[in-house]
């Protein structure tokens, strides 16, 4: 993991690793395009800091074994506890047709081949997944009143 320079206090770098604070929605249909959010921690410090400023030339969601493209996210005047930087995307259909959970990830790409895979971790829950459930499927409609004229 590379870790982001917050600041310097006294001769001393304050230095934390990025990190997934929450996925939301944490559940979708196994058809896929449920727009997620992630929320980070270290993401904005690390997409701002020295070398890596404006040099993000790609983001994807992992999806367990799957990603998509991704989109970064700014927010201004939020009280919450991520950094002010979300990233936004759909999930991707999952191959089954059985509810599943996977992990889920964020992949970025720098100039030079750099990348960086950030594990959605949770300090209090571990792992953070995704949950795919079965598609809504209308089998039949029926009425037992309503007008004779349809």
């Given at each position: ?46 997409l701002d800091n ?50 599943t959970v996977v ?26 997944t995704f949950q ?19």
């Amino acid at each position: 993991m590379v870790s982001t320079i917050f600041g310097q206090k006294n001769g001393i770098k304050i230095v934390s690793d990025p990190y997934l604070v929450s996925i939301s929605p944490n559940l979708g249909f196994l058809r896929g395009g449920t727009f997620i959010e992630f929320r980070s921690i270290g993401l904005r410090a690390l997409l701002d800091n020295g070398d890596n400023k404006g040099s993000l030339t790609s983001i994807e969601c992992g999806f367990g074994d799957a990603s998509v493209p991704a989109s970064v996210v700014e927010h201004n005047n939020e009280v919450d506890t991520s950094d002010g930087v979300s990233v936004i995307c759909q999930s991707p259909p999952y191959g089954g047709n059985v509810s599943t959970v996977v992990p889920v990830f964020l992949r970025l790409q720098f100039p030079q081949g750099k990348k960086l895979v950030i594990k959605a971790m949770s300090r209090k829950k571990g792992e953070l997944t995704f949950q795919y459930i079965k598609d809504i499927e209308v089998s039949s409609v029926s009425s037992h009143s309503g007008s004779a004229r349809g």
